[in-house]
C-alpha cells in the first residue's frame, strides 16, 4: 500500500523471484493522472501479488509513465504479508474483487498478519547509500544466486515473452551480449537490426542500474519480447569489469541452437539473423582448398555445428567466423551496409575496415579478408596465435577464461582452447 502525490501518471510493480530462481511473478498497477498540476490530492493505492510457493525477496518499481513537467511524489510505503489457506480464497477473491479494492484492504484482517519482509535488514543509512543497500540486499545465499570469483549471478530477471521458433528443421541463432547501464541504448540500436533472440547480461554497479532496464523494457515492446536479461552484481561499484565472466554466463543462458557472442556496441548488417537461419538449416559444403605445402585438401560437410565424415558421422566440432568490421562515423544503424558490395565500397574508400586492423591486426588476420571479398562459398581458416575471431556455434563451444577482466585479447583463450582440441 502507499499514497501519492501527484500530477503525471506511474506504474507500480512488484516482482518477486522465488527461492529456486525459476519462477517470476510479478503484478502491475497503472495509476492515471489525478488532481491538478496547482492543486493536487493524495491518494492511497493498493497492489497485490499472489503466489503459491516461497519468495526469495520482492522487487517494488515505480515508473514514471507521463509528460515532461509532470511529478509523483510516493509516500507511506507498506509492504504486507498474508497467508494465506485453501480454504480462505473464495475470502480473499472476494476482498480482491470489490470496487474500492485499491483503498481499503485491511492492514489487519483475518487473512494474516502484515509484517515486512526482506532478504536482509537494510539500516536507513544503507538505504541512503545505494551502493552498500546493493551489497546488503543481495548477501542471500539463495539457490538462484550463484557465487563464482566473489560475483553474485541472477539468471533471468526477465525472461523474453515471444519464444524463439528454433528447430532441428530451422535453428535460430541467439546473440550472448554483456554491457553496462551506460550502454543501454547500445542494446536497443543492437536489437533493431537483430530483431531476434538475445540473451544480456547487465553488470549491475548500482541498482539505479536495475531501474533503467525496467525503463527500456517497457518502453521498448521488442526488447521486451526478444530480450532474455541477466544480473550479475558488483561487489563495489569500483569493481574491474569481468567481461569474460559477462560473456559465458550470457551463453550458459542461451536457448537456441547457435550462438554467437558479441559486444553490445557491434551492429549486425539488417537481415542477418534471416540470412543465418537459413544457411544452418541444412548442410554447409566446404568445397576442397589448397593447403599450406600446396596440395588439394578434400572438401567437408558441416551440419549442426559438426564435420561429417563420407559416412555421415560426426567427427569433429565446427563453428563459423563471423567477419567484423569499423567504420567511420557510424552513429545510425540504418547506415549499416546490407550487402557485401556496398562494404567493399566502404572499404575501397577508407571509410571502414576489418576491425582492429590498425591496433592488433593478429587479432583477426588469419581470417584472410581479402579473399572473403573474392569469395563466393565458405572457406576454412587457419589458426595463429593472439586469433579471436567471433565465432558463431553451438553450446560445445568452450567458453571465454573467465580469469581475464577488462579489455585486450580477452576473446583470444576460447579460439586457442577450439584450436588445441
Known sequence: RMDSLQTGSFKVIIRGITKDGLRLHESTLRVPSHGSASSPDWDQHCVTLTVDRPLEYVAIYFLLESVE????????????????????MA?????????????????????????????????RESIQSPSRCLNQLYKSK????QVEQSYRKHAFFHQATRLST??????????????????????????????????AVLFVRDLSDILQIEEIRQH???????????????????????VNLL???AIQQVRTTYHISLDVDFLPR??????????????????????????LTAGITIENGRVLDGAGN???????????????????????????KDLARFVRNAKARPLNVKLRAEAHAPSDYKRWFAASNVFEVKYQNHYEPFLLGTREMPLFDQRFQGYGFDKASQAYELYRK
Open 142 to 145: 539463495a539457490d538462484f544466486l
Open 314 to 340: 560426426s567427427v569433429q566440432l565446427a563453428v563459423l567466423v563471423v567477419p567484423a568490421f569499423e567504420m567511420d562515423g557510424l552513429r545510425m544503424s540504418s547506415h549499416v551496409p546490407r550487402h557485401k
Open 270 to 295: 539488417p537481415g542477418l539473423r534471416e540470412y543465418l537461419c537459413t544457411f544452418l538449416s541444412g548442410p554447409i559444403q566446404v568445397p576442397s582448398d589448397e593447403s599450406e605445402n600446396g596440395e
Open 91 to 123: 475470502q480473499y477473491a472476494e476482498i480482491l474483487s470489490t470496487p474500492d479494492v485499491h483503498t481499503s484492504l485491511p492492514p489487519n484482517s483475518q487473512l494474516g498478519v502484515p509484517f515486512l519482509s526482506a532478504p536482509d535488514e537494510l539500516s
Open 166 to 199: 528454433d528447430s532441428m528443421e530451422r535453428p535460430d541463432v541467439t546473440i550472448a551480449t554483456q554491457f553496462t547501464a551506460d550502454r543501454s541504448e547500445s542494446l536497443v540500436a543492437l536489437h533493431q537490426l537483430w530483431r531476434g533472440p538475445i540473451s
Open 247 to 249: 560473456r559465458a554466463f
Open 220 to 242: 521498448t515492446p521488442l526488447i521486451e519480447e526478444w530480450v532474455d536479461f541477466h544480473f550479475v552484481y558488483a561487489n563495489v561499484p569500483s569493481d574491474p569489469y569481468p
Open 69 to 88: 513537467g509532470s511529478s509523483v511524489s510516493v509516500a507511506n510505503v507498506l509492504l504486507d504479508h498474508h497467508p494465506i489457506s485453501f480454504d480462505q
